[in-house]
């Protein structure tokens, strides 16, 4: 066997053996929370598209208008020819959506982040993240060359400490977080953050994936509680709740320019079709109209977690940590014999011995379903 094909199947056979081993499956999605897998048909709890948006058939009709308007790519970076008429219309939206001053659209959230954080940060600066914060941030993090610290997960006093220690050591430092974990559904202390980031001169970067959408009114994690918080980079994607694909910063007048000047993923990367671009617009402008709607996600996490016995959830996303990868695979199949798709997360998505079951809840799922299901994880996954 060639080196290159036993390097790889190796490195297979070590992941399947440590449960760790993943495989793409087809998955048929016919409407916002029905998906069809080997010839299946099941309620899905693992959709991040909360709103059922994906399939909206107004967003799909502003999808299908802006490929007959502009075409079906964009056909160069934005900053060549690629930047047509309807990224300035978002980003329009996104600013005064989140109240900031401007706005920058990216490829996606993953881009975003691995573009934003190497233009703030250099050799001579500090990165600190919640330990929990989103593989992406990580790798923008690394991309930056600076010094990368984590703090534990939520604990803003640990943050304290690493910045009282280590901020005269840096020319720049920058505070990142999840605004709503993904694996664990739990909201970022954003007003904390924002004052230690305050009293050290360092910068706060709140990544909004799973916020945008569904809290805080529809507007994300800034805004949860009827208060806004100034958090002065605002991050997101449009590929969840907003069922579309792209990535987004929300920051000031110069702060956005700079990123639309030094920013490489944004920079050396083809934008966005144009109908990806028009369906965001469509859900932003459905979202602000539907705040009830916006609501409903994290009503039925409620109602699903009040049901099962589990802590009360705060946002859409309802995490059951079971431990093992094994136990975490076998409690999926479990579920999906009952008719309910649970996909089973494992490390390194989540922490070694943290493999889990991760619930999340749209608009859309009857309730009497939610019910069923909640019955179920309590008297046979939790119990
Ligand atoms: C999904 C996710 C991203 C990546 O966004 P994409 O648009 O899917 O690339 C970034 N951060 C968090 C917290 C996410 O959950």
Redesign the pocket.
């Known amino acids: 066997m060639h080196s290159l094909d036993r390097f790889a199947q190796d490195k297979l056979d070590e992941l399947k053996r440590r449960n760790l081993h993943r495989s793409l499956t087809d998955t048929l999605r016919e409407d916002g929370i029905w998906v069809e897998r080997g010839g299946r048909r099941l309620l899905s709890f693992s959709c991040n598209d909360y709103l059922n948006l994906t399939q909206h058939p107004a967003i799909k009709q502003a999808a299908i208008a802006a490929i007959e308007e502009y075409g079906a790519g964009s056909g160069a970076s934005r900053l060549v020819t690629g930047n047509h008429p309807l990224y300035a219309h978002l980003e329009a939206r996104l600013a005064q959506f989140k109240r900031a001053e401007a706005a920058c659209v990216f490829g996606?959230?993953?881009l975003a982040?691995t573009g934003i954080i190497p233009v703030l940060i250099g050799e001579d600066g500090l990165v600190l993240l919640d330990e929990l914060s989103?593989a992406?941030?990580y790798a923008g993090a690394q991309l930056s060359r600076g010094r990368m610290m984590t703090f534990r997960h939520n604990d803003v006093n640990h943050a304290r400490e690493l910045l009282a220690a280590h901020r005269a050591e840096h020319d720049r430092a920058l505070i990142v977080t999840?605004g709503i974990f993904?694996m664990d559904g739990d909201l970022a202390p954003l007003a904390d953050l924002l004052a230690l980031a305050n009293e050290h001169d360092a910068w706060l970067m709140s990544?909004d994936?799973?916020g945008i959408g569904v809290v805080g009114g529809g507007r994300g994690s800034s805004f949860v509680g009827n208060a806004h918080m100034p958090v002065p980079l605002q991050m997101g994607?449009l590929?969840?709740a907003t069922g579309s694909?792209g990535?987004y910063l929300c920051a000031s007048a110069p702060v956005i320019e700079l990123m639309r000047n030094r920013a490489r993923t944004l920079i050396y990367s083809t934008g966005l079709p144009p109908a990806s671009v028009a369906a965001a617009i469509a859900a932003l402008d459905l979202i602000e109209r539907e705040p009830g709607y916006a609501a409903l996600p994290v009503q039925k996490a409620k109602a699903f977690t009040r049901r099962a016995g589990l802590p009360e959830a705060q946002s859409p996303i309802v995490p059951i940590v079971i431990g093992d990868e094994e136990a975490a695979l076998a409690a999926s199949q479990f579920l999906e014999s009952e008719g309910y798709l649970v996909v089973a997360i494992r490390p390194p998505t989540v922490p070694a011995g943290t493999a889990r079951l991760r619930l999340t809840f749209t608009a859309q799922h009857p309730d009497d379903d939610i019910g069923r299901l909640a019955d179920i994880v309590r008297d046979k996954i939790v119990a």
């Open positions: 996606s959230g993953y982040n989103h992406c941030i999840d993904s990544d994936a799973h994607t590929s969840k694909y990535g």
